[in-house]
């Protein structure tokens, strides 16, 4: 035998000889196969633990909702619908190697989900009352080869509206016939903007009603100009135009209606002109007001006069402006400037107001 066969054969019998150690030919176990919670037992028994659940939190199974042989989209985690649907969920695993061997579905709310199989990778709801419903969803999934079991659970909103729900504070119009979903995506939309119109009133001088014209994202592009997802229209200041599916793009639909609102009150009541120089505060006004935060930002972080002058869409420049501005004059101060855009540079209403100069506010 050879020297280098000597050292192999020598090397192989001291790592057996190690307490524990064994060679295995087999496949190798990946990272995302590897995090197994289950604490490890070096002491010998008869039979090996039983293996525990992984906690997974990335999405592990996908639930397709229909209703006469048509899917409904999902709208971001929320399904709208009408009152007296019926909907069949069908939950299915998205983990290649991973069965689906059982799915719970909890809910709080007037819909009950009902499991029509006997693992429970189908259910069925009746929606007979308007109202918002809270579904989770935990699915229990097995991989057969690794013996690695996952557990998930997912959060949805189930929103059913009848089809001739309106509210005082709001009326809805559509540019085209929009499809049944989008329809019930948009009557969603109704459950949460009365009290939104309420809550902003309490700042803001909006009009009591409000009108919501709907259309598809593309005639809002032609509307309301490229990359915008909703707007309100100087000539018809009290309208909002959105898309059917607002949320689905850059803003969640809250803070867009937030966002329009605020542009309304500007309009109605501020006597707001939407002019170049001003573009900066208005927009940072309706930044401001759809985070619903109003924090108070450091006055060092403010941004160059010459970025905010040429404003090319920087809305976080420009709400940063506006919550220094807050900080330090009050938000009635802001309010007075902008009332002062139809005639006034802002150069010219910052002196009205605060009686400092717009160079000097922010530190030039």
Not at 189 to 210: C, Y
Not at 293 to 322: C, I, M, T
Not at 327 to 341: K, V
Request: glycine fraction near 4%; include cysteine.
């Amino acid at each position: 035998m050879s020297n280098q066969w000597r050292v192999i054969f020598f090397v192989l019998i001291l790592v057996l000889s190690l307490p524990g150690s064994v060679i295995a030919a087999g496949p190798v176990t990946t990272a995302q196969h590897a995090t197994d919670p289950t604490s490890s037992n070096t002491t010998e028994t008869s039979e090996p633990p039983d293996p525990q659940p992984i906690q997974q939190s990335s999405t592990s199974f996908d639930i397709t909702p229909t209703a006469d042989n048509e899917t409904i989209p999902w709208r971001q985690d929320r399904l709208p619908v009408f009152v007296g649907d019926t909907v069949r969920f069908q939950a299915e695993s998205t983990l290649d190697g991973y069965e689906l061997v059982n799915v719970s579905w909890k809910t709080s709310g007037p819909a009950n989900v009902t499991p029509t199989t006997e693992n429970g990778s189908t259910a069925l709801t009746q929606f007979e009352t308007h109202g918002k419903t809270t579904l989770q969803v935990t699915t229990t999934l097995h991989n057969e080869l690794f013996d690695r079991t996952i557990e998930q659970s997912s959060t949805y909103t189930l929103i059913a509206t009848s089809d001739n729900f309106a509210v005082d504070e709001f009326s809805v119009s559509f540019e085209d016939p929009p499809s049944r979903w989008d329809t019930a995506a948009v009557y969603a939309h109704l459950h949460d903007v009365p009290e939104m119109h309420h809550n902003l009133s309490q700042r803001l001088p909006l009009p009591p009603r409000v009108n919501l014209a709907y259309m598809t994202y593309s005639e809002i592009q032609d509307r309301c100009g490229e990359g915008a997802y909703a707007c309100v229209d100087q000539s018809n200041e009290n309208t909002i135009y959105m898309p059917y599916d607002v949320g689905k793009y850059e803003a969640p639909e809250i803070t867009t209606y937030r966002h329009e609102l605020t542009h309304v009150a500007q309009f109605h009541g501020m006597d707001m002109s939407y002019r170049q120089q001003w573009r900066f505060i208005v927009e940072g006004h309706a930044e401001y007001e759809q985070s619903n935060q109003f924090n108070r930002r450091p006055l060092d972080e403010k941004p160059s006069p010459q970025e905010l002058r040429a404003f090319q869409g920087d809305y976080h420049a420009a709400e940063l402006f506006v919550s220094a501005f807050v900080a330090e004059y009050g938000y009635q101060s802001l309010r007075q400037m902008i009332e002062l855009s139809r005639d006034s540079s802002v150069d010219q209403a910052i002196q009205k107001v605060t009686n400092e100069s717009f160079n000097s506010f922010v530190r030039v």
